[in-house]
C-alpha cells in the first residue's frame, strides 16, 4: 500500500500582491477625492467614517485577525 501525502497548498502570494497593486492606487485616488469634498461639504461625516474605521481596523489588528496590510487596507476601503 501506498502512503498518501497531503498534497503542498499552491503559492498564492504573488496574486494577493498583485490585486493590491491594481485595487489600492485606484481606491486610495477615491479616497482622498472622496475625504477631500466630505470635508468641505460635510465635515461631521467625514470625521465620523474615518474615526469608525480607524477603530474597526485597529480591532481587527488587536484580535489579529489579520496582517497589519491586511486590517489597514481594508479599512480605507470601508472609509472609501
Known sequence: MSQLTASKPPNLVWQSKAVLLLVVPYAGTGLVLQVHWWGTQAPQVAIWTLGLSLLLALVVLKL????????????GLVSY
Open 64 to 75: 489579529r485577525a489579520a496582517t497589519p496590510g491586511g486590517g489597514c487596507i481594508p479599512a
